[in-house]
């Protein structure tokens, strides 16, 4: 796999610093098995040390899965641990909600002892904020592991108490902010004339983000969830954490 210059990584949406897909990891007493090549790029093992991963050289790290197998978070918080061992990396992205991202993060950080609320239709995100969380139970406080959220806002409970919580952060008393009950009748071009208000009232890089997050949720609900909504606020958002760190290195899953 050959490195990309800078100018080439600064027109990159994903770096992808492994491809590959795993079988088993053993967590039994058993004899580890050899690592073998099934076909070009796919392994089978239970011993991390035999997978050919990247572990320097990129700015983000991606773990593809298919949603839910304890293998492969098996495989990713392995993988979380030997590159904060070599490279010191400290940012994990998650393809999850981005309204929840400050509770996962309390969650992790053990100054939650509740799973995020917002978070309970993902089980499947349950068991790598549980082991994330017990990594960080043995690291110093300055090189704790943190998550960031880069997911479409859904269900519309969770869509509309985003948007609540970025009108308090920008101060928008000024703005008649509608029950969850009115709000759930709404279309999508009274949702989108909400935003749109709260928009013209804050020039934060980071709320604006946010808002845009906000937006594409609402597309993605009434266009009856477009593949392509999803994976397009998934990347841009992948880019403004990478933009946020300043190339500081990225697992995501």
């Known amino acids: 796999m050959r490195k990309f210059s800078m100018r080439e990584?600064?027109?990159?949406?994903?770096?992808?610093?492994?491809?590959?897909?795993?079988?088993c990891i053993g967590t039994s007493s058993e004899k580890n098995m050899t690592e073998v090549e099934e076909y070009p790029?796919?392994?089978?093992?239970?011993?991390?040390?035999?997978?050919?991963?990247?572990?320097?050289?990129?700015?983000?790290?991606?773990?593809?899965?298919?949603?839910?197998?304890?293998?492969?978070?098996?495989?990713f918080i392995e993988y979380l641990k030997i590159l904060h061992e070599k490279i010191g990396l400290r940012d994990v992205i998650l393809e999850a909600?981005?309204?929840?991202?400050?509770?996962?993060n309390a969650y992790i950080l053990g100054e939650s002892e509740e799973f995020p609320e917002d978070l309970w239709n993902r089980p499947d995100r349950f068991d790598v904020l549980e082991k994330i969380r017990d990594v960080n139970e043995e690291l110093p406080d300055r090189e704790e592991i943190r998550v960031h959220l880069v997911d479409v806002?859904?269900?519309?409970?969770?869509?509309?108490?985003?948007?609540?919580?970025?009108?308090e952060e920008i101060g928008a008393e000024g703005i008649d902010i509608p029950s969850l009950e009115e709000f759930e009748k709404w279309d999508e071009s009274m949702m989108m004339e909400l935003v749109e208000k709260l928009e013209k009232l804050t020039e934060k890089e980071?709320?604006?983000?946010?808002?845009k997050t906000v937006r594409a949720s609402i597309q993605w609900y009434f266009e009856r969830y477009t593949f392509s909504?999803?994976?397009?606020?998934?990347?841009?958002?992948i880019q403004y954490v990478l933009k946020e760190l300043n190339n500081a290195p990225v697992l995501a899953l």
């Open 97 to 104: 909600n981005q309204h929840a991202e400050e509770e996962a």
């Open 9 to 23: 990584r600064s027109f990159l949406t994903i770096l992808i610093g492994v491809n590959i897909l795993v079988g």
């Open 206 to 211: 980071s709320t604006l983000n946010e808002l």
């Open 229 to 237: 909504i999803r994976e397009e606020v998934i990347a841009r958002n």
């Open 153 to 167: 806002d859904f269900p519309i409970p969770q869509l509309y108490a985003h948007i609540v919580e970025l009108a």
């Open 41 to 75: 790029g796919v392994y089978l093992t239970n011993d991390m040390s035999t997978l050919p991963i990247s572990t320097s050289g990129y700015d983000i790290y991606l773990i593809g899965e298919y949603h839910g197998q304890e293998e492969v978070h098996l495989l």
